[in-house]
């Protein structure tokens, strides 16, 4: 296990490893990398949407296929050849902005909903699960070491969070939400929002105490 994360680097090198073959089919498709990184982001919008007007079914399982283009992209970078800065600072935006957009749409149906303790667990789900990705791309900005390295620090990367919402979504959808948190379906998408900003808020701990636990100077450089 990388660094207290769920997700060891073995593991990851595995997925990387057996998704491959997609990748190589999608680019020989024609499909680019910003493609399918834009792609994702629409996939996750539509996600949002989905939440915003209370399919919480859909929105889970629309939601989760959107964040795994996040692999497909840049598999099909790396298989290709065109792994690029541009394409990086793509990914990344674009990454955070439909995540922004599902946490979004989960707190505006929640509040049609009437369950307004799902709208603050959401607010801040949201708010945490950004914090984990600026201090990854804050102190790789500043020179602290990083590289693929850093997405295995912590508890709850990106990968972790999505299997959590997912699962809430799908929860939800399944028995129903409304505004008792007594309900099922309330309990389970509470639980998976609440969870998801708890093991995010711990994660940029970790990012941060590993940054700071570094030489000073590299500060300075």
Avoid: C
Avoid at 10 to 20: L, T
Avoid at 70 to 87: E, L
């Amino acid at each position: 296990m990388g660094k207290g994360s769920f997700i060891s680097p073995e593991q990851r090198s595995g997925i990387r490893s057996k998704i491959e073959p997609i990748a190589l089919a999608m680019a020989r498709a024609g499909l680019t990398p910003n493609m399918l990184t834009l792609i994702g982001f629409a996939i996750a919008s539509i996600g949002g949407v989905l939440a915003a007007v209370e399919w919480w079914l859909l929105a889970g399982i629309v939601a989760t296929v959107g964040a795994g283009f996040d692999m497909f992209d840049g598999a099909v970078a790396r298989a290709t050849g065109q792994v690029s800065k541009v394409g990086a600072f793509m990914d990344s935006t674009f990454d955070r902005w439909g995540e922004g957009v599902v946490y979004v749409g989960i707190i505006i149906g929640a509040t049609r909903a009437d369950f307004d303790l799902a709208a603050w667990l959401a607010a801040a789900a949201l708010v945490s699960a950004f914090m984990v990705s600026y201090t990854r791309a804050k102190s790789e900005s500043l020179g602290f070491s990083g590289g693929s390295g850093r997405a295995a620090i912590g508890l709850a990367p990106r990968e972790v969070r999505t299997v959590i919402l997912g699962v809430a979504l799908v929860g939800a959808g399944i028995f129903g939400v409304s505004g008792d948190i007594a309900d099922l379906g309330s309990l389970i998408l509470a639980a998976g929002l609440g969870l998801i900003a708890v093991l995010a808020t711990i994660t940029v701990i970790q990012r941060v105490r590993f940054v700071t636990s570094q030489p000073t100077d590299l500060h300075d450089s």
